[in-house]
């Protein structure tokens, strides 16, 4: 059965300070894996998109990994703002009638 | 790329009645789905809204429960029928382009049945 996990479920750091999101799947075939940010109300807006191929990719201040041998992937946030406050939600692509297989999401909440 | 908006952004309905959520998108757009987002959940696959013809239903989703009309190539509509408060939910409509990877979503329509 296709599955991604995400840790953790939820984080709180203070505003400036650099956090790092988890991600693990089982999804087979697998063409690419996609980190998203859903502000609360909001739907998700791609962050990052990477294929087999590729090992990291960055967007600003967010820096995705991906070691498709392990099955995992990481999102890196350096610098966090208040604006970063959202859930971050990992998604592979390979399975399902649209092809995505989501994760629950991490929820991260930045202290001023 | 393509925005995408929904309408409403959310209501409030009561029990045993029906409601119908518009997704348009300023581009046109290959697929379009439905999913719907339970709170601290993350989205589920309701359906592929399938242009001039009916929409393909993941399983645990019925037609007669969620009707979904795509009359061209960047509107859709969503019908959740016989509300339950089960239903309470925000549902969400996606789209992807020709030759991309990229799934653009919309803000969601954030539905509360009581």
């Known amino acids: 059965k296709n599955q991604v996990e995400q840790s953790p479920q939820s984080l709180i750091i203070l505003e400036g300070k650099n956090c790092t999101l988890q991600?693990?799947?089982?999804?087979?075939?697998?063409?690419?894996l996609r980190w998203y940010k859903q502000d609360t109300g909001r739907g998700p807006v791609s962050l990052t998109i990477m294929t087999f191929s590729e090992n990291t990719k960055s967007n600003g201040r967010y820096t995705a990994t991906l070691d498709a041998d392990t099955k995992q992937s990481s999102l890196h946030i350096t610098a966090s703002q208040l604006s970063d406050s959202a859930s971050y939600i990992c998604?592979?692509?390979?399975?399902?009638?649209?092809?995505?297989?989501f994760g629950k999401g991490t929820h991260l909440i930045i202290q001023p | 790329s393509a925005v995408i908006s929904q309408k409403p952004s959310r209501d409030i309905c009561q029990r045993g009645t029906s409601l119908t959520i518009q997704c348009q998108v300023d581009?046109?757009?290959?697929?379009m789905f439905w999913y719907r987002q339970q709170p601290g959940q993350s989205l589920t696959l309701i359906a592929t809204a399938n242009q001039g013809s009916e929409a393909t239903y993941e399983s645990g989703f019925v037609i007669d429960k969620f009707p979904i009309s795509r009359p061209n190539l960047t509107f859709s509509t969503l019908t959740v029928s016989n509300m339950s408060p089960e239903d309470s939910s925000i549902y969400l409509c996606s789209g992807t382009l020709a030759d991309s990877y990229e799934q653009y979503f919309g803000p969601g329509t954030r539905l509360t049945v009581t």
């Open positions: 998604v592979v692509s390979g399975g399902g009638a649209d092809g995505l297989t």
């Open positions: 991600c693990n799947y089982t999804v087979s075939p697998f063409s690419n």
């Open positions: 581009s046109q757009v290959t697929m």
